[in-house]
């Protein structure tokens, strides 16, 4: 046994000097940096920082160089780092009414109040391949509009006035935290939004999806979209007023949902929202068509058995590093759950030929 440990810390050295090398690539090829993957590859960067639940660009661009890419891996690392790190307050909800937009469209009105602004966004592109990036050609800069700094008003808060849209419940209860205790269902929609923001962005995309194709029946728009940098604040005891300690870019969609009535609520629009980190549109109005599902039995609507508004698989499903951990330790050494399993086959085997033996005699 002995002689086995050694030589399988032999081979695992060897596979991790194999890995570093294959991460390296081609020496005659330069380097990439941190700063290019933080520069270039932001959306990748804000991705990793979303789901490993860390704002820190620095640190998931070396993630993700670490990872070759991989980006679950790259979210692993940043979650695995963030558990070292020490917690030293909490700060106050951000004020997103205030964000400093980069980006603000609204799919429900044409002409919406503080206007449409389009930013930095591929919606417009031709999804054609641009053979001059890889020609390392220079890049023209596009004039840049400065951020909205002035408050820029909600398309929610236009349909509120008129009674056309369910009124959001507010609490000063302190949500929980799945970064520090483990999930209790049935739990409430803090919760609920704090998992899918987290969540892998392909399986809340594919849980969003399968609403618009009728699971669920949750036909939204998109009330409003805005992309742009809050201001975090914190309290501090010994000062007795709140200071500003940074600012986050974050994305948050609110969506504006067709709602016929039930026993308890007029007919009327409810919502679905989506807060993520970073630039991440995609991901922030998947999460709330999926929020929205999963608001079925507060809004007294019928369950119609849809994998989206079912909140065990929802919630439970989502998170990536969980489902990658399962799913990737059935490569690791199972040899004895193997033999005890190779051994009861073959056993099974030699009764049923017992038993065909003894009915052909």
């Not at 058995?305 to 059935?330: C, K, M, R």
Request: proline share 5%.
């Amino acid at each position: 046994m002995y002689v086995a440990v050694k030589g399988g810390e032999r081979a695992i050295d060897n596979a991790h000097a194999w890995l570093a090398e294959e991460r390296r690539g081609d020496l005659s090829v330069a380097e990439l940096s941190v700063d290019q993957i933080k520069e270039q590859l932001k959306l990748a960067v804000n991705r990793v920082m979303a789901e490993g639940s860390l704002y820190d660009q620095d640190l998931a661009a070396l993630a993700i160089k670490q990872a070759r890419g991989d980006m679950i891996e790259a979210i692993f690392l940043i979650r695995a780092y963030r558990t070292t790190l020490p917690r030293f307050g909490n700060t106050n909800p951000i004020d997103t009414g205030a964000m400093e937009c980069i980006r603000r469209i609204s799919a429900t009105f044409k002409d919406a109040p503080g206007g449409q602004v389009l930013g930095p966004t591929f919606d417009y592109t031709h999804r054609l391949l641009d053979f001059k990036l890889a020609a390392d050609g220079e890049v023209l800069e596009a004039p840049v509009s400065a951020p909205r700094t002035e408050p820029t008003p909600r398309i929610a808060d236009f349909l509120g006035r008129e009674g056309l849209i369910q009124e959001e419940a507010e609490s000063d209860d302190t949500p929980p935290d799945l970064t520090r205790e483990p999930m209790e269902l049935p739990g409430n929609r803090a919760l609920r939004l704090q998992s899918l923001t987290r969540g892998d962005e392909g399986f809340v995309l594919g849980m969003a999806y399968s609403t618009q194709r009728g699971y669920a029946r949750n036909h939204a728009f998109v009330g409003e979209l805005r992309i742009g940098d809050v201001a975090v604040e914190m309290e501090i005891p010994e000062l007795g007023f709140t200071i500003k300690i940074g600012e986050i870019e974050v994305t948050e969609c609110e969506t504006v949902n067709q709602f016929t009535g039930s026993k308890s609520e007029p007919p009327q629009f409810t919502r679905g929202y989506g807060l993520v980190m970073g630039q991440c549109e995609r991901k922030s109005i998947s999460m709330a068509l999926v929020d929205r599902a999963l608001r079925w039995r507060e809004l007294g609507e019928d369950d119609m058995g849809a994998p989206a508004q079912d909140e065990e698989f929802v919630l439970y499903h989502s998170d990536n590093i969980q489902a990658t951990g399962f799913l990737e330790h059935i490569k690791l050494p199972h040899y004895v759950d193997f033999q005890s399993e190779l051994e009861l086959v073959r056993k099974l085997r030699r009764e049923a030929e017992a038993n065909v033996a003894e009915a052909a005699e």
